[in-house]
């Protein structure tokens, strides 16, 4: 499976952005989707995820109401809308997509990431 995020930038707070990440290849396998951000010195940090059949979503407590996350699953894309943006959201986001092996593993896909700038 690979990943390729879109649609990062240098925006004002207060505005918004939309990413994007495409999947192509092995893509029938993929339980979820999610968006994960690391700030620098920072760990990586789960953002949202959605699942591929249901389409059920869990949020970072910091981007509840703010953030919704959504997927075409017909073009096997996934989306990010961020309203509202703060500063404290400035972070590379990376797409990650999980399969589970048959020993019920689960195994993570990961994009390139893309920067996304908060300014005050």
């Known amino acids: 499976v690979q990943l390729v995020e879109s649609g990062g930038g240098l925006v004002q707070a207060g505005n918004s952005l939309r990413l994007s990440c495409a999947a192509s290849g092995s893509t029938f396998s993929i339980n979820s989707m999610g968006w994960y951000r690391q700030a620098p010195g920072k760990r990586r940090e789960l953002v949202a995820r959605?699942?591929?059949?249901?389409?059920?979503?869990n949020y970072a407590d910091s981007v509840k109401g703010r953030f919704t996350i959504s997927r075409d699953n017909a073009r096997n894309r996934m989306y990010l809308q961020m309203n509202s943006l703060k500063p404290e959201d400035t972070a590379v986001y990376y797409c990650?997509?999980?399969?589970?092996?048959?020993?019920?593993?689960?195994?993570?896909?990961w994009g390139q990431g893309t920067q996304v700038t908060v300014s005050s």
């Open positions: 990650n997509a999980r399969r589970f092996t048959a020993t019920l593993t689960p195994y993570d896909y």
């Open positions: 959605i699942t591929t059949g249901s389409g059920s979503t």
